[in-house]
């Protein structure tokens, strides 16, 4: 869902060795139900591996003042059911929550010719109050 996406908000944490980890927000309207939302989709997530496992993931509070500012309902992400356990150890504080047996369907353009335009997955939702 990102590619040539142009993510209107960055946050990049960077130490002595670079950058530590990265996060991009783009707000997009999602269709829950029969109703169209505004949103901010979170992703381009990134930890430099030698961070790994460190907690780094926490500091994604720091969207939470800027999802307010943007005036959106909610962010939100999709990630692989591998990544359940990073997730939920994150979300443990609060700070988000891990929904499961949400069928996501989404649409890109044709990028790829041999995929559908249309997608179904079954991925993990994330939800960010």
Known sequence: SWVGARPELRAIGYDSKG???HLGLLRRFIKVGAVDLLVAE??????RPDLEGLGIARSIHVMSPVLHELGVPFGFGTVRHA???HLERSGRHGLM??????CVRSTH?????HLS????????VVVMP
């Open 109 to 113: 353009p044709q990028v790829h010719l």
């Open 83 to 85: 990544l359940r356990n």
């Open 42 to 47: 979170l992703g381009l997530y990134g930890v």
């Open 19 to 21: 950058i530590a980890a």
């Open 97 to 102: 929550t891990v929904v499961s047996g949400v």
């Open 117 to 124: 335009a249309t997608r179904v997955e079954d991925v993990l």
